[in-house]
C-alpha cells in the first residue's frame, strides 16, 4: 500500500504488531464511502488506543487523492491506497454491482440520485477529472492480527452493503459510538 506521502508500506506492516480495522472503498469519489468514512472520522482516537487497534482506510486510487479525501470527510486516522487493486483481488472483492439492493447502509445518507450527482461533480471539478479508482471494484472490511490472525472479512455485495461501523468495533474489542445527531436522554 501507499500513504498520503507516495511512501510504500508492506500490507503486513500494518497488522503485524497490534489487531487493525481494514475499511476497504470502493473509491474517493464514491458518495457511499464518502458518507461511511465521515462516520468512520466520528471513532475517537481514545477508544481505539484504548484497545489497541489501527482504523485504516484504504481506497485504490493515485496517493495524491488521501489528503484531499481526508480533508473532506474529516478522516484523522491512517488511509493508505492500493492503486493496482492487489490487496482487492487477494480478498476476493467483487467488480460490479451485486443483485442484492435491499442491502442498506446506515451511514449513508443521500439517495442514489442525488449522492451520484454530487460525485459526478466532484469528479469534474476536481483537478483532473479522474473517478479516483475504478468505480465498479467494491470494498469490504477486515479485522485482522496482530500477525496473520483473521477475525472478521466482510465483503462488500454493491455500493450500500457496508458493515455497520459499531458492528466492526465490536467485533474488534473497541467502544462503540452514538452516530445519530439526535439527542442523548440520560435516565438517572
Avoid at 47 to 75: D, M, W
Wanted: hydrophobic residues 40%.
Amino acid at each position: 500500500v501507499v500513504d498520503a506521502d507516495g511512501r510504500s508500506v508492506p500490507f503486513q506492516a500494518l497488522y503485524e504488531e497490534q489487531k487493525a480495522i481494514v475499511v476497504f472503498v470502493r473509491n474517493f469519489l464514491c458518495y457511499t464511502c464518502k458518507e461511511y468514512v465521515e462516520d468512520l472520522a466520528k471513532v475517537p482516537k481514545a477508544f481505539l488506543q484504548e484497545a489497541n487497534v489501527r482504523l485504516i482506510v484504504i481506497g485504490q486510487s493515485s496517493y495524491n487523492h488521501i489528503k484531499p479525501f481526508c480533508s473532506l470527510t474529516g478522516y484523522t486516522h491512517e488511509m493508505y491506497v492500493d492503486p493496482q487493486r492487489e490487496i482487492y483481488r487477494r480478498l476476493g472483492m467483487k467488480r460490479g454491482e451485486g443483485n442484492n439492493i435491499s442491502v442498506r447502509s446506515p451511514h449513508v445518507k443521500s439517495n442514489t440520485l442525488l449522492g451520484s450527482i454530487r460525485s459526478i461533480w466532484r469528479a469534474m471539478t476536481g483537478p483532473a477529472f479522474d473517478f479516483q479508482g475504478d468505480p465498479a471494484q467494491q470494498g469490504g472490511a477486515l479485522i485482522i492480527g496482530p500477525g496473520n490472525e483473521v477475525h472478521f472479512l466482510h465483503l462488500d455485495k454493491n455500493r450500500l452493503d457496508h458493515v455497520p461501523i459499531n458492528t466492526v468495533l465490536q467485533l474488534a474489542g473497541v467502544k462503540t459510538v452514538n452516530f445519530s445527531n439526535e439527542p442523548q436522554i440520560i435516565d438517572i
